[in-house]
Structure formats: C-alpha cells, structure tokens
C-alpha cells in the first residue's frame, strides 16, 4: 500500500515495453510455441446405474409444460449424481467452477471440451412418458440421480440429485434461442465462427455457425443460463459466462492472436536460453535458439517474460501484449540461484508444499509444486530482491524477502501449523453435498465444499465455531465445532422454505435473484437464479422473519419486504419487477474513432458498468427513469476530460476521450547509474540501462507522475508535455535504517524478516544478523520489527537517527483466560480482535465452549475491541503490555472484577483512560498512554455517565482530555480505588 499521496494519480496506465529490434542483421530462426495444441482432458469415468436383473430401487416422476399440464410422450433421461460432467470440472489454477472461471486463458480449456465432445450428459437409462407425463425407472443402483427431459417444442428440463421414493416433477420450459453476433477488434462480422453453449443446469451441448455477417442464433434451448464460447481461425475464443435466453443480442468479441518474440542478447551477441512467459492462468517457456524464442496464441494481457542460460539470467520484464507483434529484447547479467526448503515449526519437511516467486511489486515469475523434502530452485535470476510465497494443505500461507545474489542464496521457508476444521457437507438423505458455502462464525469466513461435499476451514486460534451451510435448493444446516476438529457432519435439512415467483412486465422472469437477511446479518442469497417459471426456491431457512429483495439485472430491484417464514412450511410469495430504463451511448477519441473495451459506469452509482463494443456502442441498464445520471468513462488508453450527463431513455449520449501521450526518459541514481526497477505512478519498470516508455496521464499542458523505487526516496516529476522525452529522473538515496538481530543468548540470527510498521518492503538479515532496511519516505519515526519463527521483536527508529537499532529476539508468550459476557458468563465463541500497538499487526482469538482461551503471541503493547461494534469511537478498548513466558488476561465482568462509573460532560476529540497504578504529569495522550501496562480507553464516550467493566481490584487513575491536541487547563486526572464505592465526576 502506498504511504504518500501523489498529485494526478490515474487509473491504470498501460506500459508499453516493447524494445525495437535492430533491422539487421536478420533475427536468426526462433523457437515457435503453438497454444493450439491438444489439451488433455478428465476422464469422465461412466458410473453404473442399472442393477440387473436383481431387485433394486425405483424413481417415479412426471414431465409437465410451464403451465403445469402433463407432456405425454417425452424422453427421459437419467445417470448418476455421481457422473461428472464438464459443470463439474474445476480451473487448476484458481479452483473456480471452469465455467465460472474469469480468467480468459480458461476459455482455451473449455473449448478443448467442445471440440473434443467431452464431459456432458451421458444418459445411463431411458423412458417415455405415459399420457398423463409419468415415468418410471425401476431396478436402480445408487441413492442420487440426475435425471432430464425434452419433448418437440420444449426446451430440455434437469433435476440434480433426484432420490427413490421421491417423487420428480420436471417442467420443460418452451423452446427458447440465443441470438447475437461474432465480431472481430474492428466490429467486423466474422462468417464462419463457430458458436458452442451449454446450460449451466443441463450440461447438453449447443452449437452453431455464423453467418455472413457473423451472426447467429443457438436455438432449441431449455434452461439457463448458459455458458457462450466463440472460436475462429486466427483468433482466440471469447467467452459470455452468464448469458440468459431471450431478446437480447449477445456480442463475443474475438481478439487475434498475440504474438511474443523474445530476442535474448549478451554484450551484444545472442545467447541461446530458456525464455519463461508468467500471467494469470498461464505459464509458457521456450528454447531460444540462436537467441530468439516466439510466444503464439496469447491474449493481450500482462505478463512477466524471464530468461535464463547457464548462470546468467535476466532482469523480469512486465510487458502489456497490446499489439499483435510484440517484440522485447532481454538483456543476460550475471546472476544467482535461489534454493528453497520449506520445514514446519519442527524443522520437518513439510509435505507437497506449492511455491510463488515473485517480483518485489508482486508480478508472478514462476511457480513450483515441490516434493515433500525437495530443495526447489528457481534462476538463474537477476541480481535484486525479489518475494517468495509458499502455502501447502494444513498450514498458513508464509511470505519471505528474498534478495538474490550472484551464485547461490539459500532461503529457508518456515510454515506454520494451521488450526483447521474438516469436515463434510451431507444433505437431507445423507448425500455429499458439493460446491456449497460453509460460512464460519464467529469470524464470517466462507469456504466452499467440493465435489464430494468435502470443505477445510482454517481458523485464527482453537475455539468455539459455528459453521452454517445454505443451499437454496437442498436446505440449510449449522452445527457447532470446537476447533481443530476433523470429520465435522453438516447436515442440510428442508426446515423452512420460500418459494419466490418473479414476474415483470406481465410475464415470469427468467434469471432473477433473491436476497433475505435479518437485522443486516444473517444474509441469505440463491445459489441459482430464477428459471423460466420464474421461480426462486429458498429452502432450508431458519424460521423468522426476513427482509426480502429481487433483482434482475435488467430491471429495478423490488421494494423491500417482509416475509415470514415457519418450520415445515413453505411460504409462496409472487415479486413484480418494474422494467428499468436504460441509458444508451457511445465513447469517443478526440477525432471520433470508436473506443472500445472501455468501462461505463453513471453515478450515482445505480447499475453495473457496461463495456463498450467495437464501435464503442453502451448501454447502462436498470436505471430509475426520470432523473439525470453522470456518466462516466474509464479506458487504460484514454482519460475522459469533460462531464457528461444522460437521461434514461433519453437521446443517446456521446463521451469523448483523449488518448495518453506517450513519454520516454530514463531514471538514474545520483550517481548517473540506472534504476533498473522503479515504478511510475501506478506501473512497473523493468529496464537494465533505466530507460522507459509509458503512456501517462497530463493536466493540460503539465505531465505530473511520481517515481518510485526500493531503496530510493520518492521524486514528482512536473514537467511541459512537450518534449514527449523526460530526460533524465535522478532519484537521491533514502535513508537506510542498519541494525543487528540477535538472540536472547546475544548470537546473531540469520534470515530472520526485517520491516517496519511504515514500510513498503522487508529485508532479510544476513549470516551476521546484520541489515539495511531503507527508511519509509515522510515518516520521521517509525518501530522496526524482527521475526523468525515463533520469536520476535520490536523497536523504535528515527529517519533521523544513525544509531544502528539492536533487535532481541524472544519467544511468543502463552496469553490465556476467559472472556465474559456483560451478565458476568463466559462467552463461549466469542471472537477478541485486537491489534499489537508496537507493529500494527492484527490478533484474532476465538475462546472455547467455557469460555477460556489460549495463545501464543508476540510480546509488545496491544489494544484489544470491547465493544460489540467493534467501533473505535464510543466504545471501550483493552490496553495492555503482553511480556514474559505466559500471561493471564481475564476480559469482562468476572467474578472479583470491579467496575467503574463516570460522570462526565462528552466533547468531541475527548477520550477517557483508567490505567492500574499511578500516572503522573500527562502531556501527550496518544504517546504517553496508549502504551500502558493494564487500563481501558473510552475515546468520545457517547453519554454522560458510562461504566467501564472487568478491572482487577486496585488503584487507578483516570484521565479526560482531548485526544488529539492539548486542552486548554490541562488533562483532567483522578484517582479512584477499585471498586469504588460511588460514582467517579470528571469536569472543570
């Protein structure tokens, strides 16, 4: 996070970091690498569902129209709950549902379903329905089926997870259609592109070719919504995750192909090397023989392009693909070696642990999945700093500086221990089941379950949780867990039900959304949205009384409602949506050339944002009609310089943008060498001689853009638009904070993680103890900290000062005791969140069934949250120094605890502390005593008498003055002996 402000910081800019090949000699021959090539696919192992000849289960059930009359005649479908299919399988890189999956390059492994005809519904058995829409299925094996129909005229219906004995109705929806077109960068048709969809209900196939025009219509569709990919030849396949049928035309805009040519070079000849390419979802490396390697089939993305050869490695280069040749020369250096061990707390190899390299900014370099014991190395890398990132099953994630040197340096990766619930989500017949949200209480993290139901939750500290599970279909279940805990049963049952049918304009709506919640909390959303009936189950809900919303997004969302719900009921309740009105337009460049991939959005914000077409066409729909919107346009490329405001259903409107300039220079040391990593404004630059080429944003006639890098202090750069070349940016060195990490026996300790509370980056120190650690820019004292493993340390530093600061290393200690509620019980699961004042690190601490907890945490000053809003203002905060082997830390009003009531008259700013023991003359609250050994603070009490609870017997002092200045007459300073034996008065 950036700790100063900069004048005219933007929106993302765009980098443009290609370097010119020279034009001679002629590149040697390079190295191709086809995206195109076959993927390998799951196996969708068949599940049996037949029994033979022997006596087995039966499932009965009726296929009905939309209107509730039978549908003689129809097909009937039916595989296992079991069969997988391609709704099943899951993104390997971020374990999203595939089909749910943002990230473009996922689109390349859907359509290798497509082509390859893989992964749909497979009908196991068959059966027609008789004349009044029945079918029977005898001789089953299993508990748990999917079973679907068509019939000529109807759109195909499904029912997951159908059960024997439970009866099934299936509606078929009419026939229904996708329409749009297929279109290129330039809005140009593309004839002959090849359109797939399939349900993401009813995972049956759909395909189709475009016209002359590019357009085309999917048609026989049943219900959706519906997964859309466009492929073409030349161009990468495009994707619509959440299209619904009907009226409205869906635009796939296929990108061509990018291609990345790296040259790699050393003192001007070129080497042979191994080129690795780095984005999100995507991980590529090639052989450059002769020096040059080519990258195919890319999307116009970001992405970290690396070489390697011997021991030499270049200087990772973050490049934007934004035309269709992209062409980058990358320079070798001598270089190092990283070597990584990943151990637990123990030392002990930690198993199957997953590694991230990263740049100093974050950008991915390369990724490692390691043995349980292997030594992983990664380089030959350019000489710098760089950020590991290592996680595995059962532990926290971990993150190190690493500094890489020439030759090898050696990092030692120590995961911690997790505290972990396991367990399974079952539905009502005892079936796992998959994709649900567990949420956990009392922290409100969510985790999902898997495909076999199967969810692993990590928790701050062993406790009291209540997990909760809603599946809008299948039920809702919670069940209490003291954590760690393994085979935890959640268990979804019908208990109450709604059922929401949401019409508009005369007619059920299809793909409407419904949202129930209590008092804020309590939030409750359907897992799916409506189909064509129109209707929304919410079963499984906990009886009461709900406030209720629909939406659709091409309409108002409802007024609020009231529902009640009972258990063992379902309640019907019918939602009419107004249609909302829609602004349309188009984005402009100054000359009039569309602007397409442009982000619009209206405040005050109504609406989701649309994304202009290719001929920088928009709509903003689901807006109130009859008041006016600002509209407002964002593109990496473009800045918009004047307001605009539209009507809804008003005259379209028209947004012009200004395309960035682009701007050369170079950034320097004081010294004349070059900064090889820096950061303009929001972007990063890698570049060996310093030199850079970036579109930037201008305030008229100026060019104002900060630079940044490790090391160095922080320059704006004001300059005329003209010239277009900046010239030189000399950056002056920063302070540098250099210090010794030592044991509690005075041995210096290697490797242990050196940061500040103000600082950006963490060092490492060396086999010493020894380290530099820049001084954070505008900060003029600041506590550096030291951690290696369970032991740390912390201690205050001035940008000002050259003293070397010496940091000891100690051992966590033991915090333990019990929490109370206000009525004097223990608060069994209840969650304490507090901060250690020294470093700005947050604690969480869940207590057990009795109330007890037990931690281990760092020692240093910490405030800890009283109150139930967890507020700042208005309510109380435990202040209290943590030291030594263990400590005990009773919270709230227990047994022996003294109380304290005040009297006082509220001001704004004020702030009321009781601290143990004697306080003498107090000039700066904040300073003096925030960092108390035991006390409370009140800060802006909100009436005129508040009592404070849960202070040991004792001698105390209370001070009332301004928090944040000095008051006039000084504080106002009591002394009280707890408990007291009447009201405390503060005043004049």
């Not at 039966?58 to 009905?64: C, E, P």
């Not at 920088?616 to 490329?637: C, W």
Request: glycine share 12%.
């Amino acid at each position: 996070m950036r700790k100063w402000l900069v004048i005219g910081a933007a929106a993302a800019l765009v980098i443009v970091a290609a370097v010119l090949w020279p034009r001679t000699p002629p590149p040697p021959p390079v190295s191709a690498v086809d995206s195109s090539a076959a993927r390998v696919l799951p196996d969708f192992e068949a599940v049996e569902v037949s029994s033979g000849e022997a006596e087995g289960l039966t499932l009965t059930g009726r296929v009905l129209d939309s209107a509730g009359r039978p549908v003689p005649g129809a097909e009937v479908f039916l595989s296992a709950s079991a069969q997988k299919t391609l709704t099943s399988v899951r993104c390997d890189e971020c374990g999203q549902a595939l089909l749910a999956c943002p990230a473009r390059e996922s689109g390349l492994h859907a359509l290798a379903f497509f082509e390859q005809a893989r992964g749909f519904l497979q009908p196991k058995a068959a059966a027609r329905t008789d004349a009044q829409g029945r079918f029977r299925f005898e001789r089953l094996a299993g508990v748990s089926f999917s079973v679907w129909a068509r019939a000529a005229g109807f759109g195909a219906a499904m029912r997951e997870r159908a059960a024997p004995g439970e009866p099934v109705d299936l509606y078929l929806p009419p026939l229904r259609s996708i329409g749009g077109q297929v279109v290129d960068g330039a809005g140009r048709g593309l004839p002959g592109a090849r359109v797939y969809a399939v349900s993401r209900k009813v995972p049956l196939p759909s395909e189709t070719v475009a016209g002359p025009d590019g357009a085309f219509t999917l048609s026989g569709l049943g219900e959706g919504p519906f997964y859309v990919l466009a492929s073409a030849d030349g161009f990468l396949p495009a994707v619509e995750s959440l299209v619904e049928a009907g009226p409205q035309p869906v635009r796939l805009r296929l990108e061509t192909s990018r291609t990345l040519e790296v040259r790699v070079m050393r003192q001007g000849a070129p080497v042979t090397a191994t080129v690795r390419l780095k984005a999100d979802h995507l991980a590529r490396e090639a052989r450059a023989e002769g020096g040059v390697a080519r990258f195919e089939g890319l999307y116009p993305d970001e992405l970290v392009v690396t070489a390697e050869a011997g021991k030499q490695g270049a200087i990772p280069r973050t490049l934007t693909l934004s035309e269709p040749l992209t062409q980058v020369t990358l320079e070798l250096e001598d270089a190092g070696t990283l070597l990584v061990t990943v151990v637990d707390e123990a030392g002990e190899p930690v198993a199957s642990p997953e590694l991230v390299l990263r740049t100093a900014r974050g950008k991915p370099i390369q990724s490692e999945k390691a043995s349980t014991g292997a030594l992983v190395q990664f380089g030959p890398l350019a000489v710098g700093d760089y950020v590991l990132e290592g996680k595995a099953e059962g532990y926290r994630d971990a993150q190190l500086p690493a500094r890489v040197k020439q030759g090898e340096t050696t990092l030692e990766l120590e995961l911690a221990r997790a505290t972990l619930i396991r367990g399974q989500v079952l539905d009502q017949y005892g079936r796992p089941a998959p994709n649900v949200s567990v949420l956990v209480q009392p922290t409100g993290d969510a985790v999902t379950a898997d495909g076999e139901g199967h969810f692993t939750a990590a928790v701050p500290t062993p406790g009291l949780y209540e997990l909760h599970a809603h599946h809008s279909e299948w039920g809702g279940g919670q069940v209490k867990a003291t954590a760690p805990a393994e085979g935890v049963k959640l268990e979804l049952e019908p208990r109450a039900a709604l059922e929401v049918t949401v019409m508009g304009e005369g007619r059920r709506l299809e793909g409407a959304d419904v949202v129930l919640w209590v008092d804020n909390e309590n939030i409750f959303r359907s897992d799916t949205s409506s189909g064509p009936d129109g209707m929304v189950p919410m079963r499984g809900l906990p009886a009461g009384t709900y406030s209720m919303v629909a939406t659709h997004k091409d309409y108002l969302p409802s007024e609020r409602q009231k529902v009640v719900v009972a258990d063992g009921q379902t309640q019907k309740v019918t939602v009419t949506l107004e249609p909302g009105a829609v602004i349309r337009g188009e984005v402009v460049d100054a000359r009039g050339a569309p602007v397409a991939e442009a982000s619009v959005s209206v405040l005050p914000r109504m609406a989701e944002p649309s994304v202009t077409d290719a001929q920088g066409r928009f709509e903003v729909r689901a807006l109130k009609p009859g008041r006016p919107y600002l509209v407002e346009a964002r593109h990496a490329k473009y800045d918009q310089r004047e307001r605009v405001q539209g009507s809804p259903g008003g005259e379209p409107v028209r947004v012009v943008m200004e395309e960035r300039a682009t701007f050369t220079g170079r950034v320097v040391a004081s010294n004349g060498e070059p900064v090889k990593r820096f950061r303009l404004d929001e972007h990063d630059v890698s570049s060996p001689d310093g030199r850079f080429e970036v579109a930037l944003q201008t305030a008229g006639d100026r060019v104002i853009v900060s630079v940044e890098a490790p090391g160095f202090e922080p320059l704006m750069v004001d300059k005329p638009t003209q010239p277009s070349e900046l010239g030189d940016l000399v950056l002056e060195r920063a302070p540098s904070v250099t210090g010794l990490v030592r044991d509690e026996g005075g041995g210096p300790v290697a490797d242990a993680v050196v940061g500040c509370d103000a600082c950006e980056d963490s060092v490492l120190t060396g086999p010493d103890g020894r380290f530099t650690l820049p001084s954070p820019a505008f900060v003029a004292r600041f506590t550096v900290s030291a951690r290696k493993g369970r032991l740390s340390a912390s201690a205050q530093a001035s940008r000002e000062g050259q003293q070397p600061v010496e940091l000891v290393l100690k051992p966590a200690t033991k915090l333990y005791g019990t929490v109370y509620r206000p009525d004097g019980t223990p608060a069994a699961g209840f969650q304490l969140e507090g901060v250690h004042a020294d470093r700005g690190e947050p604690v969480s601490i869940v207590t057990g069934p009795d109330g007890r907890y037990s931690v281990d945490v760092a020692p240093g000053n910490y405030r800890f949250a009283l109150g139930v809003a967890r507020e700042f203002s208005g309510e109380p905060a435990l202040l209290v120094r943590v030291e030594g082997g263990e400590k005990r830390l009773d919270i709230g009003p227990g047994p022996g605890s003294a109380s304290v009531t005040v009297q006082l008259t509220p001001e704004r700013g004020n702030a009321l502390w009781v601290i143990a023991g004697d306080v003498g003359a107090v000039s700066s609250p904040p300073t003096a005593l925030m960092k108390v050994g035991y006390g409370q603070l009140l800060y802006q009490p909100r009436g005129e008498r508040v009592t404070l609870h849960g202070f040991p017997p004792g001698r105390y002092t209370l001070v009332w003055t301004n928090f944040h200045t000095e008051m006039e007459g000084g504080p106002v300073i009591r002394t009280v002996q707890l408990p007291a034996s009447g009201d405390i008065v503060l005043g004049p």
